[in-house]
């Protein structure tokens, strides 16, 4: 099938890098003489037909804008037969061969479901700061949040040694800790807590014991949301207070300012080669794939195998930071 209209949403939370990755698709399909359809709050903008016509003008001064320009929604209506039905058929009544997914896990499901139901093409970008989709060393945004988290939590540190405090910062990350290990590294935090490795809380204070015996009156502490040492890091934060009555304890969770921001020059060139391949994959009859990058190189992974996949830590800067923590 020769692909003469492809349409593109953005789905899930925002991440940095989402316009980037849009800005390539228009510019690579106006290249290769292919209509652009942008999508309004994904998959429930298919539902409510919230199309327009996308060229290089459109999609003008957005390559440093964080957000997404066509705005996200999570749709309810999509989840169901009778949703996804009305979303094809709006895509067939604007002539519209494939679409571009420019999302995380959920967005991708969403995606995949929908293709193998209406036999549609579809290839997925994979957007999300939390880098857990297997198939890609780097989702775009996740990149820039780093940056963002490292910037915030060296201010905090600010604080917390003018004040002898011992500081635990939230980060994002419910499922899988990439942005606490690396930013926790590049930070110097005394102690890193993850899903992956759950540490438990009395391992955390031999840890805090023996920085403050080795004189250490400040400490910051990075935690991941999905983190099981305590029910949530106020509570974690409780148990050890009762431990150091003398340590003055804050905690500071980060929240969505993590998912703002302009992009990185790593996340602007990545969601641009991306967005490229995106295209490109379709138009060369290669569907149902996230585009990703390994090793430098962009690459193509299976939807199913990107969605049930984990991203796995890397056991070297677990390594890395137990040899920095002693």
């Known amino acids: 099938m020769k692909i003469k209209k492809i349409a593109v949403l953005t789905s899930g939370g925002d991440s940095p890098g989402m316009n980037t990755a849009l800005r ?7 290249y290769s003489k292919i209509e652009c359809v942008g999508v309004s709050r994904g998959f429930q903008g298919l539902i409510n037909n919230e199309l327009k016509i996308l060229n290089t003008r459109s999609v003008r001064g ?29 895509l067939k009544k604007n002539k519209i061969d494939a679409l571009v997914i420019i999302g995380g896990d959920g967005s991708f499901t969403g995606g995949m479901i929908f293709q193998n139901e209406f036999n549609f093409p ?20 996740y990149d820039t949040a780093l940056n963002t ?7 905090i540190r600010d604080t917390a040694i003018s004040h002898d405090r011992l500081f635990f910062v939230e980060v994002m990350g419910r499922d899988a800790g990439h942005i606490a290990l690396n930013s926790g590294i590049a930070i110097g935090a005394q102690e890193i807590l993850i899903p992956e490795q759950n540490i438990g809380i009395d391992q955390l204070v ?21 983190d099981k040492t305590g ?3 106020f509570e974690l934060a409780k148990s050890v207070e009762k431990k150091f009555p003398d340590y003055e ?18 996340d602007r060139v990545l969601g641009t080669r991306m967005g490229v391949k995106a295209v490109e994959s379709l138009i060369n009859g290669d569907f149902s794939k996230m585009v990703g990058v390994k090793e430098g190189k962009i690459t193509l992974t299976p939807l199913q195998s990107a969605i049930k996949g984990k991203s796995k830590i890397d056991s070297e800067l677990l390594r890395v930071s137990e040899i920095m923590n002693t």
Do not use: W
């Open 24 to 30: 390539a698709v228009v510019r690579t399909c106006a």
């Open 249 to 266: 304890i804050k905690v500071s969770v980060l929240g969505h300012m993590q998912r703002g921001g302009s992009p990185s020059c790593f």
């Open 149 to 155: 988290v490292m910037e915030a939590i060296d201010k």
């Open 62 to 90: 957005i390559i440093n804008r964080g957000g997404t320009m066509l705005y996200s929604a999570r749709s309810k209506e999509f989840r169901l037969k009778e949703g996804r039905v009305m979303a094809y058929e709006n």
């Open 206 to 226: 031999v840890s805090l014991k023996k920085s403050k015996k080795a004189g250490k009156t400040s400490s910051i502490v990075v935690v991941a949301e999905g």
């Open 231 to 233: 029910s949530n890091v």
């Open 122 to 141: 579809v290839v997925g970008i994979p957007g999300t700061i939390d880098n857990d989709l297997y198939g890609t060393t780097h989702t775009l945004g």
